[in-house]
């Protein structure tokens, strides 16, 4: 005789588990629109006006163009959209950082390249959305998060 627990009868040791809603990741379309509409939003307001915005949106896990197409940014562990600090360095820092790589290899190749050193970095970083199959950045690796269509 065995007093191991039946199949039918739940084991009361095991502990509940709570799924977590899942989310539904933004679509490349969403991406590059998004990326389009900060830049167009940069320019028309010089700069200025889009930092201004962003220091409010990026509260909540979006920049302004994110809050307009209903994405957000969301920490990949939690499941939550992430803080105003991460959300700086998603959208500052990882942006500074590319855009002075792509500098420097402009500088070190005396301007033959033209913008060629910009755009391969932000194919190589855009591309990486496909390689996985994560629907992540290479940006989106370095500041563990994923972007999130909430509309």
């Known amino acids: 005789m065995s007093w191991d627990t039946p199949a039918s009868q739940p084991n009361w040791d095991s502990q509940p588990s709570y799924q977590t809603p899942t989310l539904r990741l933004a679509s490349s379309q969403h991406r590059i629109a998004s990326w ?60 500074l950082a590319y855009n002075l ?13 033209g913008p ?13 959305y496909w390689k996985d199959g994560k629907k992540r950045t290479l940006r989106d690796n370095f500041v563990k998060v994923v972007v999130v269509n909430i509309a």
Request: glycine content about 6%.
């Open 36 to 95: 389009a509409l900060d830049t167009v939003l940069f320019s028309l307001t010089l700069g200025i006006g889009w930092l201004i915005w962003s220091l409010f949106t990026w509260k909540t896990g979006q920049s302004p163009a994110k809050k307009i197409l209903k994405i957000r940014v969301f920490h990949v562990e939690t499941n939550q959209p992430v803080t105003w600090g991460h959300m700086a360095i998603y959208e500052f820092l990882c942006n």
């Open 116 to 128: 060629l050193p910009f755009l391969v970095l932000w194919l190589i970083d855009f591309c990486w």
């Open 101 to 113: 790589t792509a500098a420097l290899i402009y500088m070190m190749t005396f301007g033959l390249l």
